[in-house]
């Protein structure tokens, strides 16, 4: 995948069915200034009722916020990736903060995670990012690398086409406080720059880096407009239809 303008909503276990199908009904009627990839991680339930109802066309993709690492078997409550291949859900979250903490998602768990949801056909929007204790201590930029490292960084260069990568500092999820533009700059610049090492210039420049952390209509325009910030993320502001297009005609 070239790299893209991609504005991902991620609503998490918010909205019923009538709900989550109004939001995504205003986010794909509402006017572009701009090309952008609107992405919508939506709760498994909602899938089948927003294909329905909303165009899901190339103004609107969903996305599922989690999948399991194995294709079916003895794993009560799991969703495996091939059901959402079957689905026709053509994006997936992995390694959101959430799941790592409240899951016990760890890199080697979802490098499996990636490898099955990529078998199935899927892409994948992957999450990093540094707790503020990590932050605090200045070595953010090895945490990421070492997140990168022990999952994302097993894929060839073919893969990494599709692969979209947030950066979501854990400090800035849910809390009102966003990093920075410069702080999100200095990261998404080093994540390129890991990517160049890796699997050089083409893949580093065609594979787009989204910043997530607090994003909102006010400041999604100075985000978006640093040079290695490819787009958001977006939990919160997200279940706004009106902010979420505002954020999406940031670019
Ligand atoms: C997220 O959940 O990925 C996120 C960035 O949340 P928020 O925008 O609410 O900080």
Known sequence: MARKNVAAGNWKMNTNISQGIELAQTISNAGRDKEVLVI???????????QKKVKTSSKVILAAQTCHHKTSGAYTGEISPTMLADMKVPYVVLGHSERREYNHENNSLLAA?????????????????????????????????TQLTESLFQLDAQEMKNIVIAYEPIWAIGTGETASPVQAQDMHAAIRDMLRKKYGKRVADNTSILYGGSVKGSNAKELFGQADVDGGLVGGASLNGQEFVQIINSF
């Open 40 to 50: 919508l991680a939506v709760p498994f339930t909602h899938i089948f009722a927003l």
């Open 113 to 145: 995670k990636l490898r099955a949801a990529l078998d199935a056909g899927l892409k994948v929007i992957f999450c990093c990012g540094e707790s503020l204790e990590i932050r605090k201590a200045g070595t953010h930029i090895s945490y990421v690398k």
